[in-house]
């Protein structure tokens, strides 16, 4: 008779009373996509979704490589998890383009859809989040070191997102992620 033994350590919170938070980055260059995801995941983020933007460095021939690329980030978000000690990892997506990553963002229903945008009449991103209350889905996307393309601005915009801003500072990419994410979760 083989006889299993459970000790629960510790209870997990409870999810429903946070804010849940995907991120959706531009591909970066180097080890700065893996910075993104270990830092994110230990943040807290439940989703994060990686596009190939007009101006991001690295390019992506194909399905199979983002697939390959996917596995990858997906060992470093799992690994970040378990660091952080949160009961799952974020669900990780690399695509080819903005409108594929906004076609796999399209049935979730975000109270908050943010642009981190360097635009002058941006609104502070600290004052969209006061809208979130526990329990509400957030949406932040930032764009390539560059900024984006008129095009994805403008597709962006058309998709529901507003331009928000993280301040008066022009950070980098991997920097602009963290300080969305803390804002989000602080407001």
Do not use: M, Y
């Not at 529901?160 to 801003?165: A, H, K």
């Amino acid at each position: 008779d083989t006889s299993v033994s459970i000790k629960i350590l510790e209870p997990l919170k409870e999810s429903s009373q946070e804010i849940a938070i995907t991120l959706v980055c531009a591909l970066c260059k180097g080890q700065k996509n893996d910075h993104i995801t270990d830092w994110a995941t230990e943040l807290g983020c439940s989703q994060i979704v990686f596009f190939q933007s007009d101006r991001s460095i690295v390019r992506l021939r194909n399905s199979d490589e983002c697939a390959h690329k996917e596995t990858r980030i997906s060992k470093i978000a799992t690994a970040a998890a378990q660091q952080s000690r949160q009961a799952l990892p974020p669900q990780v997506k690399i695509t080819l383009s903005l409108d594929e990553a906004l076609k796999h963002l399209s049935l979730t229903p975000f109270s908050l859809k943010a642009i981190c945008s360097l635009s002058p009449d941006a609104q502070l991103l600290s004052d969209a989040a006061k809208i979130l209350t526990a329990g509400n889905h957030a949406c932040v996307i930032v764009g390539p070191e560059g900024d984006f393309s008129p095009e994805e601005h403008e597709t962006l915009l058309q998709n529901g997102f507003i331009p928000t801003s993280l301040g008066a500072k022009v950070l980098r990419s991997e920097l602009a992620v963290v300080t969305a994410l803390v804002t989000i979760q602080n407001k």
